[in-house]
């Protein structure tokens, strides 16, 4: 019987019509003598892999393939590699992913499966899990999502104008420019330091604030604008993707603006 087959192993289909052949030889679990040859006669398969397959058999019905682990591009570095690059930086130089694969020569992306498998983990605080829900909500007076009643609004509605109030998307980190964008821009830098004293913190906030190039907070900022945008066609909701300016290339171009513009149909 022909077994004509694509690749190296044999289909599941042909391992388990081996299998079937086999069966018709086994009592209590045992082949009778000659069935592995017959077997192979009848297959046109070498009785050494008929023999294989019925081994295979026997420890896992299923017959799961034996190519994973075994086929494909070996992994450049191991677990116990990645864990001895890593352990070997300093503490205060593998605050984050960036950090350790300047001082490691590790991909971030590399570093990001080692994470995600478990090979690296991370730590965080002890303070941080003692904190409870009331001490961990920060407010700034701030209420964006007031009622929409402010009686002033009457007043500049003139001359044409139609101004209205839109509440700021519900858990919307994207529109908090400050925190998110030109804070953690200058803390990326500071935290490359060790701060041991008050003194300390100030002197490496304000070196950081000095390295930090104005094109990241000018990019920042036109990002803001882009999200700001889409707020308002999207009528205060956040159901958007954050926008792909191409900053770089443009700047490179020299064609980057310097605000955005918002289309008339959103001022009307």
Known sequence: MDTPRVGREHTFENKMLVISLL?????NGKLERGAITTTANETRIHRTTVSKIWSAFRRNARLPSMRPGRVGPKRIFTEQHVTNLVSAVPEDKRSTLRDISEATGLTIGTLHRKLRDGTIKRKT????PLLTDANMAERDNATPHRAITDEVLASVSTDGWT??????????PDLNV???????????????????????????TLVAFHVLSSEKLDDVFLTLQAVMRLVLENYGGNHFRLPHLKKDSLRHAGTLMVNLTCPESLLG
Do not use: E, H, M
Request: a positive charge; aromatic letters at 8%.
């Open 163 to 172: 101004i209205a109030v839109r509440r700021q998307p519900p858990n919307s």
């Open 178 to 204: 400050l925190d998110l964008g030109f804070f953690d821009s200058i803390q990326s830098l500071q935290y490359t330091a060790v701060s041991r004293s008050i003194d300390d913190v100030i002197c490496s």
């Open 125 to 128: 605080s002890r303070i941080k």
């Open 23 to 27: 069966l018709c030889f086994a009592k």
